[in-house]
């Protein structure tokens, strides 16, 4: 069935009412080199085992890394960090040059400044139109007392008002 112009017009601007924590997905590729991209289509799945659902788009960067990639990292950006979420929504190439980040336990680059750093095992991928939902099972993380950076109607909040 193929949506109409306004079908996807009021689905953009729904989505975009619907707030959300900004979170830096991240994985690496076969040879090492660390992908990364800005998303709010981050959710919890299941508590046992502890899981998430990750979205992303086919023409990111980090496509494979996460997509094929035994394991990946979601970093809940907190307040202040929205030079980061800036840079890892851009195409830019040398995005780990720019921010502080550390490899996880599982070799994952995770970043510095977070609320939270969860280390996930692929479990799951799923494709449909031009994004694949990949379920990751939370094996390792770290967590710290930070107000999260918001995002909501297609702008960037500190904290939770």
């Not at 289509?41 to 788009?57: E, G, H, K, L, R």
């Not at 107000?147 to 297609?154: E, G, N, S």
Request: glycine share 10%.
């Amino acid at each position: 069935m193929t949506q109409t112009p306004d079908a996807v017009e009021v689905f953009l601007e729904a989505m975009s009412s619907l707030a959300a924590g900004v979170v830096v997905v991240t994985g690496k590729d076969s040879d090492g080199t660390p992908r990364g991209f800005t998303a709010t289509s981050v959710t919890s799945y299941s508590a046992n085992p502890p899981s998430v659902i990750v979205c992303i788009d086919e023409t990111s960067n980090s496509y494979r890394a996460v997509v094929e990639g035994d394991f990946f990292g979601v970093s809940l950006l907190a307040a202040g960090q929205q030079d980061i979420a800036r840079l890892f929504a851009s195409k830019a190439g040398d995005k780990f040059d720019q921010c502080r980040w550390w490899w996880s336990e599982e070799g994952i680059p995770l970043l510095e400044g977070a609320v939270f750093g969860l280390d996930c095992r692929r479990a799951f991928v799923a494709r449909h139109g031009d994004h694949a939902m990949v379920i990751g099972e939370v094996v390792a993380g770290v967590i710290e007392d930070r107000p999260p950076l918001v995002y909501y109607r297609r702008s960037m909040f500190d904290g939770l008002a």
